[in-house]
């Protein structure tokens, strides 16, 4: 089993940038694809976006293409989220997610989770 904790959420404004964080450990956390899901009250978790273990291969949610980065470091095992020009309908709560298989897919399919952080954007 691999423990996720993210870090960095908070409220900014529309326009602003923020980072996400998504520290990993256990024995097999470096071999992990990791993915970034959100989720509103009464909505069900919505994938933002993946990236593979390997060779780093990304892939984003339309909603935020071209706004948000996924990046990791595997000597850190942690993986990031930079997420830039903020809209109000990016507030949510952030997850990320591990799977040794899947790097994209519905939340079923991930084998970790962290606990959440909010991130709040106001107009």
């Known amino acids: 089993q691999v423990q996720l904790v993210e870090s960095g959420g908070g409220m900014v404004q529309a326009g602003d940038s923020l980072r996400l964080s998504c520290a990993a450990s256990g024995r097999t956390s470096s071999e992990q694809n990791m993915a970034w899901f959100r989720q509103t009250p009464g909505k069900e978790r919505e994938f933002v976006c993946g990236?593979?273990?390997?060779?780093?291969?990304?892939y984003y949610a339309d909603s935020v293409k071209g706004r948000f980065t996924t990046s990791r470091d595997n000597t850190k095992n942690t993986v990031y989220l930079q997420m830039n020009s903020l809209k109000p309908e990016d507030t949510a709560v952030y997850y990320c997610?591990?799977?040794?298989?899947?790097?994209?897919?519905?939340?079923?399919?991930?084998?970790?989770w962290g606990q959440g952080t909010q991130v709040t954007v106001s107009s």
């Open positions: 990236i593979t273990w390997n060779d780093g291969r990304t």
């Open positions: 997610a591990a799977s040794r298989s899947f790097v994209r897919g519905p939340p079923g399919v991930y084998d970790s």
